[in-house]
T-cell receptor, first 115, second 115 residues
Framework: EAGVVQSPRYKIIEKKQPVAFWCNPI?????LYWYRQNLGQGPELLIR????????DSQLPKDRFSAERLKGVDSTLKIQPAELGDSAVYLC?????????????FGPGTRLTVL | AQSVAQPEDQVNVAEGNPLTVKCTYS??????LFWYVQYPNRGLQFLLK??????LVKGSYGFEAEFNKSQTSFHLKKPSALVSDSALYFC?????????????FGKGTKLSVIP
């Protein structure tokens, strides 16, 4: 079974530029998560999708971050414009959607560096 | 609110010796507890979880964890450490009683297994 796929793996941009990250979850997983992991910290949830609906985006900085999961499968996370403090690893995870006991499976992440 | 504490930033252990990585948690309802491992430039890899039942949970690669409700702990253990176990380990908690999907991670513990 293929795991969660993310691209690109690395991205270096100048501040104020836009950037987008793409995620393809494990086949059949209804729930998709985007996390941000700062250096030396654990992941922090940005947004959670149930199929195509964003059911928890309370942690997403909506002034510059946006996300979509149009057909309930792939998802894109966008930052526009990027700031220096956005440098981090952005992780996508998916789970079957079976409830609170669900296990989340993570992709390899995208390491963003903002110069 | 839910939280996780990993009191040790780093744990060093000799190859072949038993290892323990500590985790304590705080939730208002029933704790659902998870351990993940992260290798350099990789995403988080699921090791094991406690939802209910036996307090000793067995997971991947010979790891196990013991749930202790009175001490609100969920320490990760392995009887005999391998050099290849060297990685960053994250404990995470979810409040199962609240039916919440919010997974809160600790800051991580770096495990170094010395040959």
């Amino acid at each position: 079974e293929a795991g969660v796929v993310q691209s690109p793996r690395y991205k270096i941009i100048e501040k104020k530029q836009p950037v987008a990250f793409w995620c393809n979850p494990i086949s059949g997983h209804n729930t998709l998560y985007w996390y941000r992991q700062n250096l030396g910290q654990g992941p922090e949830l940005l947004i959670r999708y149930e199929n195509e609906e964003a059911v928890d985006d309370s942690q997403l900085p909506k002034d510059r971050f946006s996300a979509e999961r149009l057909k309930g499968v792939d998802s894109t996370l966008k930052i526009q414009p990027a700031e220096l403090g956005d440098s981090a690893v952005y992780l996508c995870a998916s789970s079957p959607g079976q409830g609170a006991s669900d296990t989340q499976y993570f992709g390899p992440g995208t390491r963003l560096t903002v110069l | 609110a839910q939280s996780v504490a990993q009191p040790e930033d780093q744990v060093n252990v000799a190859e072949g010796n038993p290892l323990t990585v500590k985790c304590t948690y705080s939730v208002s309802g029933n704790p659902y507890l998870f351990w993940y491992v992260q290798y350099p430039n990789r995403g988080l890899q699921f090791l094991l979880k406690y939802i209910t039942g036996d307090n000793l949970v067995k997971g991947s690669y010979g790891f196990e964890a013991e749930f202790n409700k009175s001490q609100t702990s969920f320490h990760l253990k392995k009887p005999s450490a391998l050099v290849s176990d060297s990685a960053l380990y994250f404990c995470a908690v979810r409040d199962g009683g609240a039916g919440s999907y919010q997974l809160t991670f600790g800051k991580g513990t770096k495990l170094s297994v010395i040959p």
